[in-house]
T-cell receptor
Framework: DQQVKQNSPSLSVQEGRISILNCDYT??????FLWYKKYPAEGPTFLIS?????DKNEDGRFTVFLNKSAKHLSLHIVPSQPGDSAVYFC?????????????FGKGTLLTVNP | DAGITQSPRHKVTETGTPVTLRCHQT?????MYWYRQDPGHGLRLIHY???????DKGEVSDGYSVSRSKTEDFLLTLESATSSQTSVYFC??????????FGEGSRLTVL
């Protein structure tokens, strides 16, 4: 059973416009959420995170929104740049103490067209 | 740079042969992880370690074993490789917050 879902395999946007990537989760014990970016032939890189006690976190062009009641989070990139073209993974953790681990979605391929 | 080195970076092997992937870290992090990435499946956790000799299974652990005899090294072993284990394998360490930092990956092809 997939606990973190990214239902859009791909997204294409124009340079300068907003990119919105979505993620849904089913495990109500998740309390920390992260976004990762991955370029081909490289490891995933951490982008931004949000704790369940917040509903928004912003870092430059990147903003993550969390709607706990809907079990939904989104990543907004404004303005989008061609260098943002990559696969974006949503991830979540339930804390877990010594069993800390991240559960990832399947990813969304973002293409930003010049 | 999280100080993670994976080796080998690329390997081609035959079905039935044993394979060991190594993850080495230089920053004394307690938690280490092995994930695999496959098209249509995203990143899936194989095994993880929360200290020397302390390991646990992830969601796709069948056919894999791990060992952590010292803090800096986390080994992933495929005792008898199968074609379904063709994948890109990523090692990760847990930073001071809740984020994981990943290595550059090891691409394994099982013929």
């Amino acid at each position: 059973d997939q606990q973190v879902k990214q239902n859009s395999p791909s997204l294409s946007v124009q340079e300068g416009r907003i990119s919105i990537l979505n993620c849904d989760y089913t495990n109500s014990m998740f309390d920390y959420f992260l976004w990762y970016k991955k370029y081909p032939a490289e490891g995933p890189t951490f982008l931004i995170s949000i704790s369940s006690i917040k509903d928004k976190n912003e870092d430059g062009r990147f903003t993550v929104f969390l709607n706990k009641s809907a079990k939904h989070l989104s990543l907004h990139i404004v303005p989008s740049q061609p260098g943002d073209s990559a696969v974006y993974f949503c991830a979540a953790s339930d804390g877990g103490g010594s069993n800390y681990k991240l559960t990832f979605g399947k990813g969304t391929l973002l293409t930003v067209n010049p | 740079d999280a100080g993670i080195t994976q080796s080998p970076r690329h390997k081609v092997t035959e079905t039935g042969t044993p394979v060991t992937l190594r993850c080495h870290q230089t920053e004394n992090h307690r938690y280490m992880y092995w994930y695999r990435q496959d098209p249509g499946h995203g990143l899936r956790l194989i095994h993880y370690s929360y200290g020397v000799k302390d390991t646990d299974k992830g969601e796709v652990s069948d056919g894999y074993s791990v060992s952590r005899s010292k803090t800096e090294d986390f080994l992933l072993t495929l005792e008898s490789a199968t074609s379904s284990q063709t994948s890109v394998y990523f090692c990760a360490i847990k930073g001071g917050g809740g984020e994981l930092f990943f290595g550059e990956g090891s691409r394994l092809t099982v013929l």
